[in-house]
């Protein structure tokens, strides 16, 4: 197996024992992970997970859409970004805030508030010819397929997917990714996205350590998930096991242009 899990977060505490967690994804067949960051500590640390494991961990830094980070926090990882560009893959991960605004009253306005950092990453990553990794759960999907045209960004991939079947058709209608979770293994609503979204736009994340339930229920979140993602997304496709690999193979490494 070559697959990569696209969307994993390396420095969370709850990841004690790296070493282990590579040396059992290897063992699985998994080839890489794309790392991403929430804020510039995390950014930091990941270079050094970089330096740790050079043909496992691939780079991805950005600030999370969720964080309330000041302006020049911003600043500092954008140049970050800049300077350690030959490193990285990806621009991980930046988006726009659902979780922690969607009680307001004036959600919109928040989100709207985010739209400047968010295009300032875009921008970057046009640049500096990155993928962007993106984090725009339900409504917010829409205004960042958005952004991104604006922005020109050629290769992106909407992380954790979960929006309108109009806006999912038009994310893959202009070339964009969408990446699906575990959560393909026994839920409903991610076995439907699955259906919708043609092969040749699906990649893998695990979103680690995020628990998930089902079979994987009690169990810590790693990249050894990846082949049962794989799995399910065979039988919601009703295609051999071994398409699927290469298929998704194939697009994680055109998205991130690694080979
Ligand atoms: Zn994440």
Known sequence: ???????????????????????????????????AAVDEASSHQILAILDAFPSFVLGGIGVHPERQVADDETERVIALIRRERSRLVAIAEVGLPWYTV????DRD???AAAEPRLRRFLRLARELDLAVVLHAPHDTAGQALALLKAEGVTRAVFHWHKAAPEVTRAIVEHGYYISVTPETCYRRRDQDLVAAVPLSHLVLETDGPWPYSG????????????????????????TAREDVEEIVVQNTRRLFRVS
């Open 102 to 105: 969607r009680e307001r009253p």
């Open 109 to 111: 306005r928040w989100i």
């Open 215 to 238: 079979e994987f229920e009690g169990c810590p979140t790693e990249p050894t998930f990846l082949g049962r993602i794989v799995e399910a997304i065979a039988t919601v496709k009703g």
């Open 1 to 35: 197996m070559r697959l990569i899990d696209t969307h994993i977060h390396l420095t969370s505490p709850r990841y004690t024992d790296l070493p282990g967690l590579v040396a059992r994804a290897q063992q699985a067949g998994v080839a890489g992970v794309v790392a």
